[in-house]
Each structure stands twice: as structure tokens, then as C-alpha cells.
């Protein structure tokens, strides 16, 4: 199911208690983004800005952040209940990320209600925060479906690609040629000479930012997908400016091109990015140069604060914490690999860090299950330590996956493997400068680590240990459990 457009999304949290609007006077400069940290770190609600400084009147009065700052409002998008469990929504994006239902074409929507085109474009006449007071400006691109089409099969992706505004009408944004796919256009545009078409939707279904910020495979496009998810086509019209085509009903859409001319590039950055650091200095990067926008009427401006820390996670990190693992597990089973029982990424590694349970089939299948997900463009950004653990460890357990660390792994018998200079992110702040220079290498250097830490299949079964080839644990027997649960309370336990 779907929401149809950001409204109606909002209509649905301030329903289910899930929306607070601020109407106290907020500065877009650093203000508006530290009361978004302070609420993640509650756990909040979702936050409508409504009476920003400097945009009490105007083109836009409106800002809207923090509707997928929780896994209740997450499994609110998606159609579940808000206490919906982690492998239900698993399989649920397991199936879906696999299905397609194309978009169709309209002649027009609200989103066509203005046109600002020429010398009347002012993306400043957006509530557009700097987030950070450390960032190098105001970030209007945090959570917007950035839309560009292959030239040469015409297929269109959807990613989230940050941007920073640059002039009135420039923005220049982290655009790695050959990178993400938004990248392998980019190559293929600068190849025939020609600058690449580029349309920004702020602000539409919360499906959108939960599939543009996901890796879907290559090729496949994110609008289809998005309709397998609500259920329904998504309902799209075309650009004024650029070939390509945006939802009728999103909130604002700002066209443009991009030129792989290093005289059109300005500086971006410093950002606060989603690993919890800053990134680094202002760096000269492809530029968009806007054309036309255009948006509703009265629109409401969306963005988000990147950046998860210990005990707040960002939005970013919660959809991912649902998509990273949907997609390792659909990795898992593409590749013919059994006895997969779950797969967890916690919200606060962003899918860095991912947990495989297993019931194990033969030994060295760990090994098997890290070579599957390092060997796949999914794992460009995630997936650096893989962990491994058996059917008896709770894969959402920091404490059960560190008592199995602590017994179970054997570094020098194969437990921790190490797989030094493979493709990885070039924004991980462990990484030294030389292994991120993407100019040069085309992309980051990680070291990769698989952690298997289930019980070894190369010791002898022994009659003492029930006929199994590790000890049992010190659990007390069933029947004894039973039994001492029966007479608790003549033990004068009872309220122990
Ligand atoms: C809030 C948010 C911000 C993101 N910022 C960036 C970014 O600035 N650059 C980038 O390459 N990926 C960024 N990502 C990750 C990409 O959106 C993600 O890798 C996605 O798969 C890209 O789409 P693509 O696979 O179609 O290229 C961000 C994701 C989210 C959710
Ligand atoms: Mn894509």
C-alpha cells in the first residue's frame, strides 16, 4: 500500500499520534537541526516546522523532517502495525524489492500548480536548514529522489544524492562518476559530450526516499518498484525543462543539468554524514544548473538530519536497517546458500555491520555467505563485518553475538578472516586518505572482516557431549526447568 503523496502521509502520523507541529519561531541555521537530533534521541515523533525564521511568508512557510526517524512510523509506511517484527518487514521488502508495477503518464498535477523558470529561480526562497553548524552550507537535498535517465536504454533510476546550494540556481552535489547509478549515467552522458538531465523531488510517498535510498539492482527502475510497493502505478508527469518525468503529486521539483566540466564545478561541503562524522573539506564537484521549478501550492519543503550517533539514529539508518538486510538476505538466497534463519542489521551500523543467523549445513559455509555478499554491488557501502552466528544466538542481541564472539570464534582456525583491498566506501572515516582517493582508484579500499562465530564442525562428536561436536551449554535441562518453574513458589520464590 502507499500514501499517494507526502499529505497524505502526514494526515496518517498526525492521526496515529505521530506528528508534532512547531509553531514557536525556529532558525533554519543550525537551530532546526539540533532540535531534530535532540528528538531522535528520544525516539519522538516526526517533526512540521511551520514559522521558520525569514519564512514566516513566502514561496515556501513549511518544513517537514523526522517521518522515518522511527521504525514505528517505518512500519506505519509500509502497511504493518508500528510493532511489526524485524523479519516480517524483512520478507516483506525481500518480495517486493522483486516485484514491479511501471508508473504511468499523466498530463498534469498539483505540482504543476507553479512554474519559476529564468531569472526567478531562488532555491533560497526554500526553509532550507544547514543542518550542522559544522557543514560548509544549506543542504536542500537530503531526502529528495534525485531522478536521471539512461541515455542509452532510457530506463530512469531514483537515488538520494546529497546537494548543497551553491548560487540561486547552482547545486553542487557528491556526483562519482561510475559510483551510484545517477554516476554510471553521468559517465555515459559526459561520454557522448552532453551534460546530463537531472530533476530533484522534494517531498512525495514515503516509499520514495525508502527505495531511492536503497541499492536496487542496476538497471531496474525505482519508480517500478516503488509501484510494487503501494500497490498501484505511480502516477508521473513530464519535466518542463529535462527529459525525464516526476510525480504529479510531490511537493516541489527542482530541474537542471549537470556538466562534466570542471570550470561549472563549485565547492560542497563539509556534510555530516550518515557514519556520525563530518566529511571532508570543501571539495570542487559537478555542479547542477537549475532550469526550471516547480511546486505545489503552498509546498512543504522535506529534508533530514544525516548523521547517526550512539542512541540516535537518523532516517537514513532506519530504512536502512530494514533494506540493507532485505537485500543481503535476497543476496543469501540468490546465491543457493541453505539454512539462512535471519539476517539483522541494527540501525546504528547503517548495514556496515550485518548479522547472519544460520542453521548450519557443513563447515566453511560462513566463509561462503561473506564471499556471496562481498562479491555483490550491494556491498559498496555496507556490509565490512559480516558476523555469522548459529540458530541459538538472537541476531538483534549485542550481548548474545558477544558471548558467541568471546567462545565461539577461533581467529587462528579460520574464525576471523580478513579480506584486505576490496571495493568499499570511500566515506569511512577508519579509512586512510590514499585508499579513498576514488579519483585515482575508482573507488574506496575496505578490509573486510567475516567473523564466524558458530560452533566448529572439526571436532569429533563426543558421547559426553550428547553425541554433538561442541559442548552443550550450561542451560539446565528441560525437564528440570519445568519442574523448578511448577514449584517456585514452594521454594518461597514466588516473587523473585
Ligand atoms: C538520507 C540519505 C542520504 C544519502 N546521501 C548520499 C550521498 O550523498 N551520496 C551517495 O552516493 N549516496 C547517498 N545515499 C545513499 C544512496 O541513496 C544509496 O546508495 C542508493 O542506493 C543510491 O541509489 P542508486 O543505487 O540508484 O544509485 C544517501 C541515502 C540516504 C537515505
Ligand atoms: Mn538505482
Not at 566529511?279 to 505545489?296: E, G, L, Q
Not at 540468490?334 to 534463519?341: L, Q, S
Not at 552443550?472 to 518461597?492: L, Q
Amino acid at each position: 500500500m502507499g500514501f499517494m503523496d507526502l499529505r497524505q502521509w502526514l494526515r496518517l502520523l498526525e492521526k496515529e499520534g505521530e506528528l508534532r507541529r512547531i509553531g514557536a519561531e525556529v532558525h533554519w541555521d543550525r537551530e532546526l537541526g539540533a532540535i531534530a537530533r535532540r528528538v531522535l534521541e528520544k525516539k519522538g515523533p516526526a517533526l512540521l516546522f511551520e514559522n521558520v525564521a525569514g519564512y514566516k511568508t513566502g514561496r515556501c512557510t513549511k518544513l517537514f523532517t523526522g517521518g522515518l526517524g522511527d521504525r514505528r512510523r517505518l512500519a506505519l509506511a509500509l502497511g504493518f502495525p508500528r510493532d511489526v517484527s524485524n523479519a516480517e518487514l524483512v520478507q516483506h521488502v525481500m518480495t517486493k524489492n522483486r516485484d514491479a508495477v511501471p508508473p504511468r503518464v499523466v498530463k498534469t498535477g498539483p505540482v504543476k500548480d507553479v512554474i519559476v523558470k529564468g531569472a526567478a529561480i531562488d532555491q533560497n526562497e526554500f526553509p532550507v536548514p544547514r543542518w550542522h553548524h559544522l557543514e560548509g552550507g544549506r543542504y536542500i537535498h537530503t531526502f529528495s529522489g534525485i531522478v536521471t535517465r539512461d541515455p542509452d536504454t532510457r530506463v530512469m533510476n531514483v537515488g538520494i544524492y546529497r546537494g548543497m546550494i551553491g548560487k540561486p540556481d547552482t547545486c553542487p552535489m557528491l556526483l562519482i562518476k561510475g559510483g551510484q547509478h545517477w554516476g554510471h549515467h553521468f559517465q555515459k552522458y559526459s561520454d557522448r559530450g552532453e551534460p546530463m538531465p537531472v530533476a530533484c523531488v522534494i517531498g512525495w510517498d514515503p516509499i520514495m526516499p525508502f527505495l531511492a535510498g536503497s541499492p536496487i539492482p542496476t538497471g531496474v527502475c525505482e519508480w517500478d518498484v516503488m509501484g510494487a510497493y503501494r500497490g498501484e502505478p505511480a502516477e508521473l508527469v513530464k519535466c518542463e525543462t529535462v527529459d525525464l518525468e516526476v510525480p504529479a503529486t510531490a511537493e516541489i521539483v527542482i530541474e537542471g543539468v549537470i556538466h562534466d566540466d570542471p570550470a561549472t564545478w563549485e565547492l560542497e561541503g563539509p556534510f555530516g554524514e550518515y557514519t556520525g562524522h563530518l566529511s571532508d573539506v570543501p571539495t570542487p564537484r559537478p555542479t547542477m544548473k537549475v532550469t526550471c521549478i516547480t511546486h505545489r501550492r503552498d509546498p512543504i519543503f522535506r529534508g533530514c538530519l544525516e548523521g547517526t550517533l550512539p542512541g540516535s539514529y537518523s532516517e537514513n539508518s532506519v530504512m536502512s536497517a530494514v533494506q540493507r538486510a532485505g537485500i543481503a538476505w535476497n543476496i543469501l538466497k540468490t546465491a543457493g546458500i541453505p539454512g539462512i534463519r535471519d539476517v539483522y542489521v541494527h540501525p546504528i551500523t547503517n548495514g556496515v555491520n550485518i548479522v547472519v543467523q544460520i542453521r548450519k549445513a557443513y563447515q566453511g559455509q560462513p566463509k561462503q555467505i561473506a564471499a556471496a555478499l562481498w562479491g555483490n554491488s550491494a556491498a559498496q557501502y555496507r556490509y565490512k563485518h559480516v558476523f555469522v552466528v548459529d540458530d541459538d544466538i538472537d541476531p538483534s542481541s549485542y550481548e548474545q553475538i558477544d558471548w558467541a564472539l568471546a567462545h565461539r570464534v577461533n581467529a587462528g582456525e579460520g574464525g576471523l578472516v580478513v579480506f584486505p583491498g576490496i571495493f568499499g566506501s570511500p566515506i569511512d572515516p577508519s579509512t586512510p586518505m590514499e585508499d579513498r582517493d576514488v579519483s585515482r582508484l575508482g573507488t574506496g579500499l575496505w578490509n573486510r572482516v567475516l567473523f564466524d562465530a558458530t560452533r566448529s564442525w572439526k571436532f569429533e562428536r563426543r558421547p559426553e557431549w550428547g553425541n554433538e561436536r561442541f559442548p552443550p551449554t550450561v542451560r539446565p535441562a528441560a525437564e528440570d526447568e519445568t519442574r523448578v518453574r511448577e514449584r517456585w513458589d514452594e521454594y518461597g520464590l514466588g516473587d523473585v
